[in-house]
């Protein structure tokens, strides 16, 4: 059977990849897609989101988030993924319109006419899952599981500790995984062992079709920023949002630990930090499945598979 699936994504050429991943694997009923304002400006993120779906052919409710942080001001990532937010390669003209509801109303209405659980997949900062979360408490109950990407055990990559997508909304961050909603956290533990190599790129555009021709273009691109600010990764780009959909495709691809985690928001140095009781020092209920390792070959190969289903 299917999972039925909410995504709510900043593409953004990682979570590009993912919504390839996640349409072209096969394995998910996708009700909607969502954006927030992360990677760029939500009007960016929406319409690159309609881009990518037009590109691999995929006509499924797309829903307009917030555009910002619930408290905060808006900070992007255009260092990584440029003036567009999908710098590289030429993209198709977005073939439908987002609906006329919001994000929130848009989760809303699918999960109350839903009979059964849905599995929510944000990759980007957790804005629209947090307003939904606060507005729509009594529909907590329909959502099967949350599987992110974000935070981190060991490091950050916008402070030493805090990673983008905590970091750009922390205190959405701090109500998600307050909400006893079970979490599954792909950080940057296992994100940046998800690594993508010039011939894991030559490999995509080698299938010859259009989305594996995006899909290289697409991380030649992102792969600049990583060759020249992380060259301990030895010329790999961290493949981060995929893991999120990935996991939930073959959890035994990966190595993880329930944890006790908690999100910092009053912190002077370590704003937006995900605080993972990796060795149960507090005895608190993990409320995390914190994901810290992958079969990178396998990974690819899923990559590779699931876009060459698509057109
Ligand atoms: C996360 O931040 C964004 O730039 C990426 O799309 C990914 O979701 C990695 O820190
Ligand atoms: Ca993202």
Redesign the pocket.
Known sequence: MKIPIIIDC?P?H??ALMLMLAFGSGKFDIKAVTTSA??QTQEKTLNNALKILTLIGANVPVFRGAEKPLFRNLII?DY??GETGLDGPALPKPAFEAQALSAVEGIAAILRSSEEKITIVP??PLTNIATFLLAYPHLKDKIERISL?GGGIFRG?MTPLA???IFADPEAAHLVFKSGIPITMCG?DV?HKALVFQKDIDLLRSIGNNTGKAAADLMDFFSIFYRTNRTELDGGAAL??PCAIAWLIEPEMFTSKPCFVDVEINGTLTTGTTVVDFYDVTGKEPNVEVVYDIDRERYIKMLYNAICQLP
Do not use: C, I, P, S
């Open positions: 900043d953004g990682d979570d992360g990677n990532a990584v993924h990759t980007g990407m990559n990673e983008f997508n940057l994100t981060h949002d």
